[in-house]
Structure formats: C-alpha cells, structure tokens
T-cell receptor
Framework: AQTVTQSQPEMSVQEAETVTLSCTYD???????LFWYKQPPSRQMILVIR????KQQNATENRFSVNFQKAAKSFSLKISDSQLGDAAMYFC????????????WGAGTKLIIKP | DSGVTQTPKHLITATGQRVTLRCSPR?????VYWYQQSLDQGLQFLIQ???????AKGNILERFSAQQFPDLHSELNLSSLELGDSALYFC?????????????FGPGTRLTVL
C-alpha cells in the first residue's frame, strides 16, 4: 500500500523569504501523480501544484515549485517570496495512475509566516 | 470557489443519531469522492462514486454508507454516531474517474457529535 509522510509538523518563515516543505512517499508503482494542497483557516482544500511521475521536469506555479526526486521518492514544495496569505496547512497527496484513484494524504505541515 | 457544494456547513448532533451529508459536484463531473478529516490530521478516503456506481472503497465504517443519484449529487449517511466520528467531511469531484483530472473539493461539512 502507498503511504505519504510529511515529517515537519510545523514550519515558520519570515515574510518574503523562501521555505521548503518536505514530503516522502512509498510506492511500488512506476506511474502516479503527486499533489500539494493548501488548507487555510477557512478549511477549503486548494490545489497548489501537481507533478506527474513520468515527467522529469519539476512543476512550477508562480511562486510555488517542487523538487521531485523519483528515485528517492521525495516531493518537496518550495515557496518563494513568502506572503502572509501563504499561512496554512499544506498537505502532500499521492494518486495512483493504475487504479483506486483516491488521494492518499500526508499528515500535513503547518506553515507560519512571520511578518 | 471550486464549484462543488456541500450542505450543511455545520452539523451538531448526539451520539447514536443518524445524519446525512449532501454534495453537489461541479457541473459535468461524473466522479464524487468522500474524505474524512479528523482534527489536525490528513484526509482519509472513504468512498468513490462514478456516474451513480460505487467505484472504490476506503476505510469506510459499516455504519457509514453513500450513494450517488441520477442527477449526480451524492449523499453520505452516517448512523449510530460516536464521539470519534466528529470530523470535517469533504466531498470532491472530478470530470471522470480517469487519471488526468484533478479533484476539486467542496468547503466541507463539520460534524460535531456530542
């Protein structure tokens, strides 16, 4: 069974600085999708970025980028120029490309932005 | 706004009771997923429906059941409620049950069992 691990329960960063959130996963599958979701205090789940396992190029979305290391089964999220609105819980999630398309989630990292 | 709606937003009930949570997917989405998020934890997959049929099942308790209706809205029924069922219940939808379509989440229903 696939598992997703986020080893940082909480991270803090100064406004305008860069922060990296870690995520590792375990799978025996060769094709899958990885996601980062943001959950602000409103509790809405918002997709931040996604990565397809067969693509070697790391995904980027404006200030958000990932470092995808398939061999190491690592999928970290880098947030550049951190803003107060980035404060939220961040969840890493895995989805198989073969069956059972539900998302498998990490426990989350609480990101605190210091003004 | 993701386009996925969930009602009610909040629900407070007592142990032993039964409740129904409702989800309307985005227009055109055929697949609906239900997830449970207990306090300060990640989400746990409960069940998936695709065009009215159950497609996948996760760690859903026997006290819980769901269905998807012909108009594609879905309901999650929770019965014989226990204190531990208190959680945020999310519904998500995607265009198909295939692999290329992301899941869009509703705002969630917060269930409190007293």
């Amino acid at each position: 069974a696939q598992t997703v691990t986020q080893s940082q329960p909480e991270m803090s960063v100064q406004e305008a600085e860069t922060v990296t959130l870690s995520c590792t996963y375990d799978t025996s599958e060769s094709d899958y999708y990885l996601f980062w979701y943001k959950q602000p205090p409103s509790r809405q789940m918002i997709l931040v970025i996604r990565q397809e396992a067969y693509k070697q190029q790391n995904a980027t979305e404006n200030r958000f980028s990932v470092n995808f290391q398939k061999a190491a089964k690592s999928f970290s999220l880098k947030i550049s120029d951190s803003q107060l609105g980035d404060a939220a819980m961040y969840f890493c999630a895995y989805r198989s490309a073969y069956s059972n398309y539900q998302l498998i989630w990490g426990a989350g990292t609480k990101l605190i932005i210091k003004p | 706004d993701s386009g996925v709606t969930q009602t009610p937003k909040h629900l407070i009930t007592a142990t032993g009771q039964r409740v129904t949570l409702r989800c309307s997917p985005r227009s055109g989405d055929l697949s609906v997923y239900w997830y449970q998020q207990s306090l300060d934890q990640g989400l746990q997959f409960l069940i998936q429906y695709y065009n009215g049929e159950e497609r996948a099942k996760g760690n859903i308790l026997e006290r819980f059941s769901a269905q998807q209706f012909p108009d594609l809205h879905s309901e999650l029924n929770l019965s014989s409620l226990e204190l531990g069922d208190s959680a945020l219940y999310f519904c998500a939808s995607s265009a198909t049950s295939g692999i290329y379509n992301e899941q869009f989440f509703g705002p969630g229903t917060r269930l409190t069992v007293l």
